[in-house]
Structures are given as structure tokens and as C-alpha cells.
């Protein structure tokens, strides 16, 4: 807390310290949104940058982690909302790339996560988030309400609607029998 203050304050080296101690669970938390390190490392800064004008607004009755996640959550939501405006979707040829066994048990699970993170990529971003948040993440139903500033209700659904149409999708690219583990 004396760090926070201390930054409030305009004390640079204090702030440096909070990225320093913090960094390392933002940037695990950011590569949920991108895999490309380049595009990481933008989203990282932007985060602490983010973080940096709004601490002020930090309240200190919880966790300051958590007040960062949730900032770094939206930062992610709007890189994502900001590709898919720009149309770069990855397309499902790039699944060549994923050597694909017969059996699910056999699977990498670095190219499981490849897998999974290039099927995420094409559903839409409000379904893409729950998703990562809850399976990546393993945020409760409430934590990602809160970071989203959605309703408790409202998130489960969203959760439930998102699994059935990473389901379809799985299933329209041939990927449900090979990836058991998406059902």
C-alpha cells in the first residue's frame, strides 16, 4: 500500500516496483489474449499504463491484483473487440500447424492450447472472454461479473451459450472427435 501512496504521489520508482512485483501474473494473464509476443508486451504496458491513470480510483478495500486483472481483463477485451474489427481471424488451416494424434490422451498440451486458443479465436469476443476467463483463468461465475461489470445471471448464461458454440464450432471443423476434452 505504501507503494500505491507513494506513487499517487508521483514517486516513479515506487510505480516501477508495483510493475515489477505485479508483472509476471499480467503478462500470463495477457498471453490468454494474444501469442504473439510482440502484440504482448503493447497489451502488458498498456495495462500498467492504464493502471498508472487510474490509480486514484483504487480503493484499496481489496486486493490491488485485483484491481489490476480487472483493468488488464478489459485491456484484453478491447484488443480482442479491436481485432475483430479489423477482420484478423485466424484461419482453421493454421490447424495444420497443430500435429493432431487420434486420440486425445496423446495430445501436446502445447498444441492443445494452440488448438483451443485458434477455436476461440473465432467465436465472438463477449463468448471468447467468458471462456478464457473460466477455463484459462479459472475465474468463478462471480469474478468474471465483476471484472466485466456484468450480472452474476447474465455471466452464467453467457458461459453456458459460449460452451455450446465453441461445441459447434469444434464439431464444423472436424476438431470434437480428435479434442474430446472441448465437449
Given at each position: 500500500m505504501d507503494d500505491i501512496l507513494a506513487s499517487l504521489n508521483g514517486d516513479g520508482e515506487a510505480y516501477r516496483r508495483l510493475v515489477q512485483?505485479?508483472?509476471?501474473?499480467?503478462?500470463?494473464?495477457?498471453?490468454?489474449?494474444?501469442?504473439?509476443?510482440?502484440?504482448?508486451?503493447?497489451?502488458?504496458?498498456?495495462?500498467f499504463v492504464e493502471a498508472y491513470f487510474s490509480l486514484k480510483g483504487y480503493k484499496g478495500t481489496g486486493p490491488f491484483l485485483h484491481w489490476l486483472k480487472k483493468i488488464a481483463t478489459r485491456v484484453g477485451y478491447k484488443y480482442w473487440k479491436q481485432q475483430e474489427r479489423a477482420k484478423?481471424?485466424?484461419?482453421?488451416?493454421?490447424f495444420d500447424a497443430v500435429n493432431v494424434k487420434?486420440?486425445?490422451?496423446?495430445?501436446?498440451?502445447?498444441?492443445?492450447?494452440?488448438?483451443?486458443?485458434?477455436?476461440l479465436g473465432r467465436?465472438?469476443?463477449?463468448?471468447?472472454?467468458?471462456?478464457?476467463l473460466m477455463y484459462f483463468e479459472e475465474c468463478?461465475?462471480?469474478?468474471?461479473?465483476?471484472?466485466?461489470?456484468?450480472?452474476?445471471?447474465?455471466?452464467?448464461m453467457r458461459a453456458m451459450r459460449a460452451r455450446g458454440k465453441l461445441k459447434k464450432i469444434a464439431e464444423k471443423e472436424n476438431f470434437s472427435e480428435r479434442f474430446e476434452w472441448i465437449k
Open positions: 512485483l505485479y508483472q509476471p501474473q499480467i503478462v500470463r494473464l495477457m498471453w490468454r489474449f494474444t501469442r504473439d509476443k510482440a502484440e504482448l508486451e503493447c497489451l502488458v504496458e498498456d495495462v484478423l481471424f485466424v484461419e482453421v488451416e493454421d487420434e486420440n486425445a490422451d496423446e495430445i501436446d498440451p502445447s498444441e492443445a492450447a494452440v488448438a483451443l486458443h485458434v477455436l467465436m465472438e469476443t463477449d463468448d471468447r472472454l467468458v471462456l478464457t468463478s461465475i462471480e469474478e468474471i461479473a465483476h471484472r466485466m461489470g456484468w450480472t452474476r445471471a447474465g455471466t452464467k
